[in-house]
């Protein structure tokens, strides 16, 4: 099915994703409980079963497992079986991104992304740093380094640059990368990966 895609207000970004992840990882545990009681009942499925729970949190690991049993599932007459093929497109683990500028990140949609990242919940969030509003004109925002002339702050930004990635580390469950991605093309995609 490939990659979906939803957009919101801009500084809504966090909380939108995060109820994406949200929905999708509720829908996904409800399929799990049903593959369990399915296999107390058919056998023929409870090594499919135990390795999709092995692989539960592996999205690679567990998308083969997921094409195992739902081939076994086609094969079995049960409304368990039937429920978990109707949304069989959520079986697997799904990597979910939260994309947005410094403008939402560092400043209108703080308080958001700081609750994402304190969740300590699997999604990632990209943030576009540009240091300035880009979509109002070039503003200063808490993203402006010190020092910087932009509109509104002519005369140089006053204040340091907010430590957005810092703010982040402090969770200590948080991998935060951070590149310039015309400096080095392959230190970019390590990043994401």
């Not at 939108?16 to 509720?26: H, T, W």
């Not at 593959?35 to 023929?44: Q, R």
């Not at 400043?107 to 700081?114: K, S, Y």
């Not at 204040?159 to 957005?164: F, M, S």
Request: aromatic fraction near 10%; charged fraction near 25%.
């Amino acid at each position: 099915r490939g990659p979906a895609w939803a957009n919101s207000l801009f500084e809504d970004n966090a909380e939108f994703g995060y109820g994406i992840y949200l929905a999708q990882k509720s829908i996904r545990e409800a399929l799990r409980d049903k593959l369990i009681d399915l296999a107390e009942k058919e056998a023929s499925i409870k090594p499919l079963v135990d390795e999709y729970l092995e692989t539960y949190t592996d999205g690679d690991a567990n998308q083969a497992v997921c094409e195992k049993i739902i081939t076994a599932l086609a094969d079995i007459k049960d409304p368990l079986a039937e429920a978990v093929l109707n949304d069989k497109e959520y079986l697997n683990k799904k990597s979910v991104w939260i994309f947005g500028g410094d403008g939402w990140a560092y400043d209108i949609g703080f308080g958001g992304l700081d609750h994402v990242i304190a969740s300590g919940e699997d999604v990632n969030i990209l943030v576009f740093d540009t240091e300035v509003y880009s979509n109002t004109g070039g503003q200063a925002s808490k993203s402006t380094p010190i020092g910087a002339v932009a509109q509104f702050a002519a005369a140089g930004m006053r204040t340091n640059k907010k430590d957005l990635a810092g703010i982040a580390m402090t969770y200590g469950n948080v991998y935060v990368a951070s590149v310039g991605m015309g400096a080095n093309y392959n230190q970019t995609i390590k990043a994401f990966t």
